[in-house]
């Protein structure tokens, strides 16, 4: 291709990426290269290069081009980029040509623009906050208000790219021999430092091509997921459900605790993600577990009501946590879908609730860093069923810095996570109630 006809690619990939603000940004990506099977590797590198630059620097490429009073185009916002990364006007305006496969020439006022942007960096002090560190407007107080001072470390965390992390699965071997067994397909891993099952391996490393992956020794879960597995203190021979357990992250990780003893119920309103967890169950050889499709008017649930030692509600959220996987995600998630979510939310833990016996436990967990969806969640719950309370944990895989605690948090910044959210409730014992309500 030439390098008019990438930069027109780019613009289109950018232009039906804006088109579908509710799919993934890899997944528009996926299907337009797919669409064009015509455009070689090289080039498709070099247009998902020019657009993930663009998406990495939205906000503060659109200033720039508003400060020119130009429009914030995927055709512009393309040039502004290449301008703002060093080429000179007249290269990038070489790019903008006539033909079938390019974006046009140039309009006078245009490069004008882009003249005035020549010699600038991206960032600029004139730049409100919210541009600056490339966060939607309306998320900017709620994520001042989760980290104070640690706002920018944290974002900046959140903005770089996520390491990959792996569980070993104990159940077919220990850390040492999994991470052994990966070195001699050439992937060195070190151990993280917070789970007790967790190997870390440079992102983008070809894992699920190896034999430890293949045959269930390691299965790719961030550490931080592992964590929250670990918060639920399951253990053989109880009774857990896994309320919001989509393709089973977090079952598979508590078979491995419960060492494949007990009963875990995996339940889910999706039977694609419930069913995305059968292979995943086969290959771990975990067989303790029975799936559940949640429906409207299910007798389900009222048959096993006050029946579990641990319910965990895993709940969908705005995944605000998982920046660093899904960068394009900021922009995704608007505040009308939060206030979805902590109604959904709310009602789902009522339900959850229902199902845990009296000195079970109840934990709540969402990958959102923000407060709505976690402390004040868990307060309004308690507030509304006052016959739970919150417990530390005391859960033995925790490493001891959260072992004591109800409540965690993990960010990316502080703990090399994911950012993650969990609380641990307990329903009061019968006795107990009885003996507060007397008091
Ligand atoms: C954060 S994801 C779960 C991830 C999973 N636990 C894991 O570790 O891989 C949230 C899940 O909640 C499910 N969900 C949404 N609404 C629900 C509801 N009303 N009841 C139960 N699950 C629900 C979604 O289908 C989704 O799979």
């Known amino acids: 291709m030439i390098p008019s006809a990438r930069l027109a690619a780019s613009i289109d990939l950018l232009a039906a990426m804006e088109a579908a603000p509710r799919k993934p940004a890899d997944a528009v990506a996926n299907s337009f290269f797919r669409e064009r099977r015509y455009i070689g590797g090289g080039d498709r590198r070099a247009i998902s290069g020019l657009v993930w630059d663009v998406m990495r620097g939205w906000r503060r490429l659109g200033w720039w081009l508003q400060k020119q009073n130009l429009p914030v185009s995927a055709r512009l916002l393309c040039g502004a980029r290449l301008v703002l990364d060093g080429m000179a006007v007249s290269a990038v305006a070489n790019l903008y040509a006539e033909g079938r496969y390019a974006t046009g020439v140039l309009e006078r006022h245009e490069w004008d623009g882009f003249i005035a942007m020549q010699d600038k960096s991206l960032d600029n002090p004139d730049m409100p906050k919210a541009v600056r560190l490339e966060l939607p407007d309306w998320l900017l107080p709620r994520l001042e208000e989760t980290f104070g001072p640690a706002l920018e470390t944290e974002i900046k965390a959140l903005s770089g ?27 060195h891993a070190e151990l993280t430092p917070h789970s007790p099952w967790g190997l870390r391996l440079e992102s983008r490393l070809p894992v699920t091509a190896s034999a430890p992956f293949r045959d269930g020794r390691v299965e790719i879960q961030d550490e931080g997921s592992q964590l929250v597995a670990a918060l639920t203190g399951a253990s053989p021979e109880m009774r857990v459900l896994d309320y919001c357990a989509g393709a089973g992250g977090k079952t598979l990780a508590m078979a491995m605790m419960m060492n494949n003893r007990g009963h875990i119920v995996a339940c889910d309103v999706s039977e694609p993600r419930l069913d995305g967890a059968v292979r995943r169950l086969r290959r771990a050889g975990v067989h303790n577990v029975e799936r559940h499709l949640l429906g409207a008017g299910d007798k389900w649930a009222k048959r096993r009501a006050k029946s579990f030692d641990r319910v965990l509600v895993d709940a969908p959220c705005s995944g605000t946590g998982t920046w660093r996987r899904n960068p394009d995600a900021r922009f995704r998630t608007t505040e009308t879908d939060l206030a979805e979510l902590l109604v959904k939310q709310a009602a789902i833990m009522d339900r959850a609730a229902a199902l845990v016996r009296p000195g079970g436990r109840m934990i709540y967990a969402t990958c959102s860093l923000l407060k709505a969806e976690n402390t004040d969640q868990v307060h309004a719950f308690l507030a509304r069923h006052p016959d739970f309370r919150l417990v530390p944990s005391e859960a033995p895989d925790l490493p001891e810095a959260l072992r004591h605690e109800s409540m965690i948090s993990l960010t990316p910044a502080r703990d090399e996570t994911d950012g993650f959210f969990g609380a641990v409730m307990e329903r009061i014992p019968e006795q107990d109630e009885a003996d507060t309500a007397q008091a």
């Open 161 to 187: 790219e996520a390491p990959l992390d792996l569980r070993v699965n104990t159940l077919r071997a220990d850390r040492a021999e999994a991470r052994k067994a990966l070195a001699r397909e050439g992937l």
